[in-house]
């Protein structure tokens, strides 16, 4: 069979495998994106975060993120099931910079839609409805990837020096590799759905992410969109959600409604649209991010519990950093495992950093209020996590934070940088 020659080869096109695409796009470097989906299409995930911004600049989208009309985030504020709201935790109180004293709030089927024709016009090859079936392999080597066009039934092989998985939750190397470790008490349940005509908050706070609790045992995201939308969903354990034998999406959303007072008076003046959804919102991580020819990037290598909306952030940041590596790389001729042992590192630190606040969220007898009541310059440092800035020194806030909750440490990933094992690469010819 023969087969095409790259670059880079990309594995999905979201918002990790679209900032690969544009960035080396843009070094001139000839780079295909695999991408199994038409675009336009569904997605969750809709809450940016502020550090979100230096991903988005470096690919060129801030000018067509300020033209669009998603809604503007400047803030996140918890609720008590009782109703009672916090004090915003406004990003312009803690920064005062436009990179990131303010945000979005987006539709994914319209922003992975401007991403990805990002990475087109910067020179990515983008090819949708295509399926990558397994990864090529010379010994240890990833050299490629088999691929079928799903419109014509055609399957072909392609090569390249690099291949970059950003499959997301479907974690397409992980999974086939072995490499997936699940996060022991990080396993939850979505449940979500989107009503038209929800009350708002006013002025500045309209667009407000609102995380809203459920007695000891979950929350509510609300998340205001344009066209007068907003996104609404809860969290929790399964056995809690479908307690009783019920199993039905939209009833477990209704009973849950009951639950917060804020969230029902905010939905009662709205509209349901009528459709309901489900999924696992456990969190994962992949144990290495690089062997020979291959690096994991996005939700791919490490997928997060939702709660503090991270996901893009990282996924933009991952690509981001595992492009300009890339880029590096290939100028110096040298593609090993070792040359993304920094970016690995940076991206699990991050990732960690985040991973300890949301186990004290998560924990009933944690406070946001009572921490900063007890120490006032955590306000600044939760804000900094809560905004994104992942990758600084949080050692005094874990310390703080301690004190009222037991925080879990870094997971055992191991070496992320072994050769992809004997057994588990026979499975990917």
């Given amino acids: 069979m023969h087969a095409e020659n790259?670059?880079?080869i990309v594995i999905g096109g979201g918002p990790a495998g679209s900032a690969v695409g544009a960035i080396l796009g843009e070094y001139g470097h000839r780079v295909l994106v695999l991408e199994r989906e038409k675009f336009p299409r569904y997605h969750i995930g809709e809450s940016l975060i502020p550090?979100?911004?230096?991903?988005?600049?470096?690919?060129?989208?801030?000018?067509?993120?300020?033209?669009?009309?998603f809604v503007k985030k400047y803030s996140v504020t918890f609720v008590q099931p009782d109703g009672q709201r916090s004090q915003p935790f406004y990003f312009f109180k803690r920064y005062d910079r436009e990179t990131v004293a303010q945000t979005w709030q987006v539709l994914r089927a319209e922003f992975d839609q401007m991403l990805l024709d990002n990475a087109r016009e910067k020179g990515a090859e983008?090819?949708?409805?295509?399926?990558a079936n397994r990864l090529l392999k010379e010994?240890?080597?990833?050299?490629?990837?088999?691929?079928?066009?799903?419109?014509?039934?055609?399957?072909?092989?392609?090569?390249?020096?690099?291949?970059?998985d950003c499959t997301g939750k479907e974690a397409f190397t992980s999974n086939r590799l072995g490499w997936r470790m699940r996060d022991p008490y990080l396993n939850k349940i979505a449940v979500w759905t989107y009503y038209k005509g929800s009350q708002r908050e006013a002025d500045i706070d309209e667009g407000a992410t609102t995380v809203a609790y459920v007695p000891d045992k979950g929350w509510f995201w609300h998340i205001p969109q344009h066209d007068d939308m907003v996104s609404i969903g809860i969290v929790a354990e399964g056995k809690y959600l479908t307690r009783g034998g019920v199993k039905e999406p939209k009833e477990i959303f209704q009973r849950e409604i009951e639950e917060n007072e804020w969230v029902k008076t905010h939905l009662a003046v709205g509209e349901s649209t009528g459709e309901y959804f489900i999924t696992s919102e456990y969190s994962r991580h992949s144990r290495h991010c690089a062997s020979p020819g291959l690096v994991l990037a996005g939700d791919a290598f490490a997928f997060l519990d939702p709660v503090f909306s991270s996901g893009v952030m990282l996924a933009l940041k991952s690509g981001h950093l595992v492009a300009e590596t890339i880029h590096e790389g290939l100028v110096a001729g040298d593609l090993s495992p070792e040359r993304f042992r920094e970016y690995g590192q940076t991206i699990r630190a991050g990732v960690e950093n985040m991973r300890k606040l949301v186990y004290a969220f998560y924990d009933p007898k944690f406070s946001f209020r009572e921490v900063i009541k007890a120490y006032p310059e955590a306000g600044g440092l939760i804000t900094d996590c809560l905004s994104g800035d992942v990758n600084k020194d949080f050692t005094q806030l874990w310390?703080?934070?301690?004190?009222?909750?037991?925080?879990?440490?870094?997971?055992?990933?191991?070496?992320?940088?072994?050769?992809?094992?004997?057994?588990a690469g026979t499975a990917a010819q």
Avoid: C, N, Q
């Avoid at 550090?51 to 009309?69: A, D, N, Q, V, W």
């Avoid at 310390?399 to 057994?423: H, K, N, Q, R």
């Fill in 6 to 8: 790259f670059d880079t």
């Fill in 51 to 69: 550090f979100t911004f230096g991903p988005l600049e470096r690919i060129g989208m801030i000018p067509r993120m300020k033209r669009s009309h």
């Fill in 126 to 131: 983008v090819r949708e409805e295509t399926t």
């Fill in 139 to 164: 010994g240890d080597r990833v050299v490629g990837v088999e691929a079928t066009d799903r419109k014509t039934g055609r399957t072909y092989e392609v090569r390249a020096p690099i291949t970059v």
């Fill in 399 to 423: 310390s703080w934070i301690g004190e009222f909750v037991p925080l879990p440490d870094d997971l055992p990933y191991g070496d992320p940088l072994l050769p992809i094992p004997a057994t």
